[in-house]
């Protein structure tokens, strides 16, 4: 069995490929957090009609961390709800509790081409970020979470032209 993943494919490159390819991509990795909700423009709706399974990466938010999610009142209550976890692992935990596969990074120091991870600081928070599998989120928390609306962040951000508001280097 061969199978093949996608990077940042919106639903346009993923039509074009899906009506061209002899091997359908069994994975679209591409960025979603809360904020962006379950669903963010369609996309993981179009995927799993597709049979595309959701890789998703930027639980905190990309290129770099996004305070708002970093410092959310929301992820904070809940986390001390489920004995301290941070914002973080509450947002990984949304992720995972959807069904999404997930890519974590170890801290929340990192932005656009940089990343930093020394120890104990990264040893720390893989090991936090592996607790993600620890517990589990409420439905009452899981929909509060899926209703969310900011940050409202594009989930194929890095991808070609063609898709919604790409993201341009700045120069």
């Known amino acids: 069995t061969r199978s093949i993943g996608v990077i940042n494919f919106c639903e346009k490159a993923l039509s074009c490929i899906l009506?061209?390819?002899?091997?359908?991509?069994?994975?679209?990795?591409?960025?979603?957090?809360?904020?962006?909700?379950?669903?963010?423009?369609?996309?993981?709706?179009?995927?799993?009609?597709?049979?595309?399974?959701?890789?998703?990466?930027?639980?905190?938010?990309?290129?770099?961390?996004?305070?708002?999610?970093?410092?959310?009142?929301i992820l904070k209550r809940i986390g001390k709800a489920h004995g301290n976890k941070s914002p973080e692992q509450v947002a990984v935990r949304w992720l995972l509790q959807s069904g999404a596969a997930v890519s974590v990074r170890p801290t929340t120091y990192f932005g656009l081409g940089t990343s930093t991870c020394t120890a104990p600081t990264c040893e720390d928070g893989l090991q936090q970020r592996a607790d993600s599998f620890s517990w589990s989120l409420s439905a009452k928390e899981m929909k509060e979470l899926d209703s969310l609306t900011s940050p409202n962040d594009n989930p194929t951000l890095f991808s070609s032209a063609g898709c919604p508001s790409a993201f341009v280097m700045p120069k």
Do not use: Q, W
């Not at 957090?33 to 379950?38: E, F, T």
């Not at 009609?49 to 305070?67: L, M, Q």
């Open 19 to 73: 009506a061209t390819a002899k091997i359908k991509p069994a994975l679209n990795y591409y960025m979603l957090h809360v904020g962006m909700g379950p669903d963010p423009l369609g996309l993981r709706t179009f995927c799993d009609s597709n049979g595309i399974r959701t890789f998703a990466y930027g639980a905190v938010g990309e290129p770099g961390p996004n305070e708002e999610l970093l410092s959310s009142p």
